[in-house]
C-alpha cells in the first residue's frame, strides 16, 4: 500500500519507509510460546478482601501491558491467581500450590506482613523470588535473599508519622491502638512511639484488640480517660472506620492518625463524616501529576470505572519490575532473576522511580493523604 501511495520515491527510500512502517506492528508482535506463570496471591476474599481486589486490578493491568508490548522475552506473561481468604494459614498453602502444582517463576504477594511473612519462608527454601506490593514490616525481607519489597518499610513510615504528627499537625499526647497479633500493627507502632517521644511528645496511653473486633468502644473509653490529642491506630481500613465512629459516639475528639493500611475505598465507608479530619501515610496518591502515573490512572479507570488505591500502583509496579528483571536476566533461572531484582535502579515505575537497597527494600517517599468531607485529599509527600 506504501509503495501505491508514493510511487515516486527511489527503491531505497522505499525501503526504508517499508521498514519504519511495520516496526510499530514487529514491536507490539503478539508473544507465543510457553506462558511466563507468575503467581499471586492475595486475601481476594474475607476481611480484607478490598486489598485483595485493588492489588488484583492492578496486577491484571499489568499482565495486558506486558503482552501488548510483546511479552516477557517473547512470550507471554500469564497470572495464576491464589485467594487466601483473609485467612491466616492459607497463604503458605497458596504459596505450595504455586510453587510446585503451576511452576510459577515468580511470586507476588502479600499486602498484609503476617500473610507475607507464612509464605515467605517457603519462597526463601525453594530459591523463588517474592515480590511483596506492600508489606512493611522490616521482618519479611530479612527472611532471606528472595524476598524483595516494592514499598517503603515501617521504619521509615512510622518516621514519617511521628514527624508529621509533631511538626504539621501540633499533636503532642498520643494514645496508641495497637493489635498485638499483626506483626505490621507491632512493628509500626514501635517506630512511630520511638520518634514521637524523642521528638519530646508523650504516649499517654496504650490500648490492644483483636483483628477482626468490631466493638472498640471499651478500649476508646479507656483511652478518654488520658485525654489524647491524637490516637494512632496502626491497623487497617475496617477497624479505622470502626474507631472513628465509636471515638466520635463516646465524644473523643482526638485525630485518629495510621498507616497505609487505612488505604481502601471501604475506609469512606465504614468511617463515615466521623474520618473528617483523619491523616494517613501511604505510597502514592492518583493525583500525582508523572506522565506514568497519568497514564496508569486513565487506564485503571477506563477499565474499572474508579479512581486506583496505592495497593493497585504497587502491585502494577512490582509485575512490571519482575518482567523487566526476567528481560535483564535473559531467562527464569532462579537465581539470575534473584541477582537482577537485587540489581534494581531507579525503576520508572507508576509509584516513583525505585530503587532496592541491601536489604531488597524500595527507597521511595511516602504521600500523606487527609480525609475531608467524604474524600481522601493528597496533602503532602515526605522524600527519605
Same mark, same amino acid.
Given at each position: 500500500?506504501? /509503495? ?11 525501503? @526504508? ?5 511495520? *516496526? ?19 486475601? #481476594? ?16 493491568? !499489568? ?71 506492600? @508489606?512493611?514490616? +522490616? ?15 515501617? +521504619? ?26 499483626? +506483626? $505490621? ?23 490492644? $484488640? @483483636? ?25 487497617? &481500613? ?21 498507616? %497505609? ?6 475506609? #469512606? ?9 483523619? $491523616? &494517613?501515610?501511604? =505510597? ?8 506514568? @502515573? ?9 477499565? $474499572? ?5 496505592? /495497593?493497585?500502583? *504497587?502491585? &502494577?509496579?512490582?509485575?512490571?519490575? #519482575?518482567?523487566?528483571? #526476567? ?9 539470575? *532473576?534473584?541477582? !537482577? /531484582?537485587?540489581?534494581? =535502579?531507579?525503576? +520508572? ?7 532496592? %537497597?541491601? =536489604? ?12 475531608? %468531607? ?5 496533602? %503532602?509527600?515526605?522524600?527519605?
Amino acid at each position: 500500500m506504501i /509503495l501505491l501511495l508514493f510511487p515516486c520515491m527511489s527503491s531505497r527510500f522505499r525501503r @526504508s519507509f517499508l521498514l519504519l512502517a511495520i *516496526l510499530p506492528l514487529i514491536a507490539s508482535a503478539s508473544p507465543t510460546g510457553e506462558p511466563v506463570k507468575l503467581g499471586f496471591f492475595m486475601s #481476594i476474599t474475607g476481611r480484607d478482601a478490598s486489598f485483595g481486589e485493588a492489588a488484583l486490578r492492578g496486577a491484571r493491568l !499489568a499482565i495486558d501491558d506486558v503482552n501488548a508490548a510483546g511479552g516477557i522475552l517473547g512470550r507471554p506473561a500469564e497470572l495464576v491467581v491464589e485467594d487466601n481468604r483473609s485467612l491466616p494459614g492459607e497463604s503458605a498453602t497458596a504459596v505450595k500450590k504455586l510453587i510446585a502444582r503451576d511452576k510459577v517463576v515468580a511470586l507476588i504477594g502479600e499486602c498484609a506482613s503476617s500473610r507475607t511473612l507464612e509464605a515467605a519462608p517457603l519462597a526463601q527454601a525453594a530459591g523463588l523470588p517474592l515480590v511483596t506490593p506492600a @508489606s512493611t514490616n +522490616p521482618r519479611v525481607t530479612a527472611v532471606g535473599d528472595c524476598i524483595f519489597r516494592m514499598c517503603f518499610a515501617d +521504619p521509615f513510615q512510622g518516621e514519617v508519622l511521628a514527624n508529621y504528627a509533631w511538626k504539621q499537625l501540633g499533636l503532642r499526647r498520643a494514645a496508641l491502638l495497637i493489635d498485638p497479633g499483626a +506483626p $505490621y500493627s507491632v512493628g509500626l507502632a514501635e517506630v512511630f512511639s520511638r520518634t514521637f517521644t524523642a521528638l519530646g511528645g508523650r504516649i499517654v496511653a496504650s490500648q490492644k $484488640y @483483636s483483628g477482626g473486633d468490631k466493638d472498640l468502644r471499651a478500649q476508646l473509653t479507656a483511652i478518654r480517660s488520658a485525654q489524647p490529642d491524637t490516637i494512632f491506630l496502626p491497623g487497617y &481500613y475496617v477497624e479505622a472506620g470502626l474507631a472513628a465512629q465509636q471515638a466520635r459516639e463516646l465524644g473523643l475528639k482526638a485525630t485518629l492518625l495510621g498507616g %497505609d493500611g487505612f488505604e481502601a475505598p471501604q475506609l #469512606i465507608e465504614i468511617g463515615g463524616a466521623a474520618l473528617n479530619g483523619t $491523616y &494517613y501515610s501511604t =505510597h502514592y496518591s492518583a493525583e500525582s501529576q508523572s506522565p506514568a @502515573s497519568q497514564r496508569f490512572v486513565a487506564a485503571y479507570q477506563a477499565r $474499572y470505572g474508579g479512581v486506583p488505591v496505592g /495497593l493497585a500502583a *504497587l502491585t &502494577y509496579d512490582a509485575i512490571k519490575l #519482575i518482567a523487566d528483571a #526476567i528481560t535483564r536476566a535473559g531467562g527464569t533461572d532462579r537465581v539470575a *532473576l534473584r541477582k !537482577a /531484582l537485587a540489581a534494581t =535502579h531507579d525503576f +520508572p515505575g507508576v509509584t516513583g522511580r525505585t530503587t532496592l %537497597d541491601e =536489604h531488597r527494600d524500595a527507597v521511595k517517599e511516602a504521600a500523606i493523604i487527609t480525609v475531608r %468531607d467524604g474524600r481522601c485529599v493528597f496533602v %503532602d509527600s515526605i522524600r527519605p
